[in-house]
């Protein structure tokens, strides 16, 4: 089974050479099993699920491309870690591990055992799979461990973004396209790298001297939960205010900044967050495997007395008016003109030095919302669940999961940013402000 990279993974493809575009998930299973049970799952997923095995081959006529011909099992490490019971540093290392691109598959798991239950990380890379996949395929293995296969025809590679464009968005982007400006990002980007960042694009690509020295910095994640009746009540407060919970992480992150700023007055600050677009396609999709985002942000003004309601509000406002089906694929059709303007070899080390450089805005929010999976498979019970990124260098990410009626909170950053004391602090005083609404 074999098709051409989309333009946007063929981007995420090259720039991945150079920074490790990475995301894990973490399912805390009570319930015991084996590695072998496991690896009995995750064959079925092979065979039900292909595009969850793949690798990149460059196809003299396609060009690069995602096949599952010749891809090796899964790895699967396992280990011990007693009763601290954490699991924060087996994750910064999975982001920043690379992955093989022509040797794959594109996603690993590590389990993490303790007396009382095992942590289940699953790493992949963001070229091919958003966090909703993550959660669909752990779902599915989940389910495979509890109930065994079941007989199903062989399934395909899903369709990727731009195969269900709605025929509003395709008619926009030749229109994008046919902008004479496209056609001037290759030669900008020509003047803007200097010669030793070029790169060819293939699969096993050494790190070039001295393009990722930022990165270079060490990734740090912490983490926290709020339980579920402040759960329930911070969801009935947004219901009852007509506003979403991301609005309310968003003021409680803003808010928690302007706290530590030095500067005491009203102060500009930014946030941005990806959207989930499987709804907004056509026809809309629910649990394929793929990689379906298109991102809002904005700018608001905060003091560090500012209420916390009103906050939310401004923000629940702003983050309404860019959820609009028009811009929200707009975006999309014009970063993948942009990206289509690079020629390959100097795409990598665009996407690596933008990768490298400070974020315009404060914080990325990325709430997954509720998610469409059990907490009960059979005899294994999830108590937990939580995610992080390795996208940017330079950005504070906060992962928000929800898992039954709790809400689950992960903090990732490099050290240059932030050191781990503050970025504990920052996230304490984040879901407290959750937590007294």
Not at 113 to 130: G, N, P, V
Not at 232 to 242: E, F
Not at 310 to 334: C, D, M, P
Request: glycine share 6%.
């Amino acid at each position: 089974m074999q098709r051409k990279l989309s333009p946007l993974e063929h981007a995420v493809w090259l720039g991945g050479q150079t920074l490790p575009l990475n995301e894990v998930i973490v399912w805390r299973v009570h319930g015991h099993f084996s590695s072998d049970q496991l690896q009995g799952a995750l064959r079925s997923l092979r065979t039900q699920q292909p595009f969850s095995s793949v690798r990149v081959s460059v196809d003299p006529v396609l060009g690069p491309s995602l096949t599952n011909d010749g891809v090796p099992e899964f790895e699967v490490r396992e280990e011990d870690i007693g009763p601290s019971a954490d699991w924060t540093p087996a994750a910064e290392e999975e982001l920043e591990r690379p992955f093989s691109w022509d040797e794959g598959p594109l996603l690993r798991f590590r389990l993490l055992r303790s007396e009382a239950f095992t942590d289940i990380l699953l790493s992949l890379h963001h070229a091919l799979y958003d966090g909703l996949s993550s959660h669909y395929m752990m779902h599915e293995i989940m389910t495979l461990m509890a109930e065994g296969p079941k007989k199903q025809a062989a399934a395909a590679f899903p369709p990727t973004f731009d195969d269900l464009l709605p025929p509003e968005a395709s008619r926009r982007l030749g229109t994008v396209l046919s902008l004479n400006a496209v056609k001037l990002i290759g030669p900008f980007c020509r003047l803007w790298l200097r010669p030793r960042h070029r790169m060819n694009p293939s699969p096993s690509l050494p790190i070039p001297a001295g393009l990722n020295e930022r990165s270079t910095h060490t990734f740090r994640v912490i983490h926290g939960s709020i339980p579920p009746e402040s759960a329930s009540n911070l969801l009935s407060g947004c219901k009852a205010r007509k506003m979403s919970v991301l609005a309310a992480a968003s003021a409680a992150c803003l808010l928690a900044l302007a706290k530590r700023s030095r500067d005491k007055n009203l102060r500009k600050y930014g946030f941005a967050s990806p959207v989930n677009m499987r709804p907004w396609l056509s026809p809309p999709l629910t649990g394929e495997l793929g990689l379906f985002l298109s991102r809002i942000n904005a700018h608001i003004y905060c003091s560090p007395n500012q209420d916390f309601w009103q906050t939310a509000r401004k923000i629940n406002e702003k983050i309404q008016r860019r959820l609009v089906k028009s811009k929200l694929f707009t975006l999309h059709l014009l970063v993948s003109a942009v990206l289509a303007g690079i020629p390959d070899d100097y795409l990598g080390p665009t996407l690596a030095r933008f990768g490298t450089r400070p974020a315009r805005y404060d914080f990325t929010i990325s709430n997954v919302g509720r998610l469409p999976v059990r907490d009960d498979y059979g005899p294994y019970r999830v108590s937990a669940t939580w995610g992080m990124e390795n996208l940017f260098a330079g950005r504070r990410t906060l992962a928000i999961q929800s898992l039954g009626n709790a809400l689950f909170f992960t903090l990732s950053f490099r050290d240059f940013v932030m050191d781990k004391q503050e970025a504990s602090a920052l996230l304490s005083d984040i879901i407290q402000q959750l937590e007294a609404c």
